[in-house]
């Protein structure tokens, strides 16, 4: 029997996944195309958010999305009413999306015909704070519904995401959102982050986010072209 | 709950430093960043479960937790965080993402001891 020792490996346990991401978002960039990765809760209104903006986007850019899914396909059938691609991811038991999945997904595009995808991960906001998919942008959203301490409650997503959306503005008075209060909790987590409050169902503040998004490309292209 | 893919993954890494060496794992130390998103409880029970069946099946999962350290842009110094719910230096309260620790998810070192020639 000899004396256990210690080696030092030195492994990153998601070496892999990050591999595929940097891949991915080496691909995204010569392609020239934004993309935009969204995570929340189960509820809290993203595919009615995204189908919203992808409504939006469409007869002014070349857009597309993936939809991650447990299950169904219901997300991605919402989502093709903006005549926008969609294809789905179903994830089956994971409770998130990974980047191979993402770079599966992708087989066959022709990422230089778009100027923005929408990945729509698995509602969750646990699980998918682990994983790069090679996004430019990772989205965090939460509804008026959801109450003001979610940041708190889910801080590692926050701090790991770049923007955060406020949706069901529409709901705010009846549920007395306290937005001072929600505000707080996103700059504790994560200091400067940009927050959009608005109403994918109105259509209040819309407006105001795809002017961001626009900017954020035209940066992007820049970028890639340097 | 994504430990069981994560703890699968530290099974099959370890496995494969440890065919390369050619030696037996007895544990494997693993450093966790408070902001990798994984539950440690979670994680050391996925382990017991991933390394069923596999060269690790006797090894034990040891876990190094690892808080989030900012570099605070007014002190100019590394700090550790108090709490995830608050990114501000905890000295001087000035708010800070720049992050120098605390996302690891990385097995560092095994404890090994070599394949008995015998078998």
Not at chain 1, 32 to 50: D, E, I, N, Y
Request: with cysteine; net charge negative; hydrophobic share 40%.
């Amino acid at each position: 029997m000899t004396e256990p020792r210690l080696v030092e490996v030195r492994r990153n346990v998601l070496k892999q996944n990050d591999v595929i991401a940097r891949a991915l978002r080496e691909q995204f960039r010569s392609a020239g195309v934004f993309v935009v990765s969204l995570v929340s809760s189960p509820g809290s209104g993203k595919t009615t958010f995204l189908e919203k903006v992808l409504t939006q986007l469409q007869p002014h850019y070349r857009v597309a999305a993936l939809v991650g899914d447990l299950a169904t396909e219901n997300d991605a059938v919402r989502l093709a009413r903006s005549k926008a691609p969609v294809k789905q991811i179903t994830t089956g038991t994971l409770c998130h999306l990974e980047a191979a999945m993402v770079q599966n997904a992708l087989q066959g595009w022709e990422l230089n015909q778009l100027d923005y995808l929408f990945m729509e991960n698995v509602g969750n906001l646990v699980c998918p704070s682990s994983y790069d998919l090679g996004e430019s942008l990772r989205l965090v959203l939460m509804s008026v519904t959801e109450g003001e301490d979610k940041p708190l409650k889910y801080p590692t997503i926050f701090n790991s995401s770049d923007v955060a959306v406020i949706t069901k503005n529409e709901l705010a008075a009846a549920v007395e959102f306290d937005w001072e209060t929600a505000r707080k909790s996103i700059e504790a987590v994560r200091p400067g982050m940009q927050i959009f409050r608005l109403s994918a169902k109105t259509g209040e503040g819309m407006q105001g986010f795809q002017d961001f998004l626009a900017q954020r490309l035209a940066e992007h292209r820049a970028v890639a072209h340097t | 709950m994504h430990e069981l893919s994560i703890a699968m993954g530290i099974v099959e890494a370890a496995t494969e430093e440890a065919q390369r060496r050619g030696v037996q794992v007895s544990a494997v130390h693993l450093r966790l960043g408070a902001l990798s998103g994984v539950v440690k409880d979670a994680l050391l029970f996925s382990y017991e479960v991933a390394r069923e069946d596999t060269p690790l099946a006797g090894s034990k999962l040891i876990v190094e937790d690892v808080p989030v350290v900012i570099l605070c842009p007014r002190c100019n110094e590394n700090k550790t965080l108090i709490s995830l719910q608050s990114f501000t230096c905890p000295d001087c309260g000035t708010p800070t993402m720049n992050i120098v620790r605390g996302k690891e998810l990385e097995v560092f070192a095994l404890e090994v001891e070599d394949e008995e020639v015998s078998k």
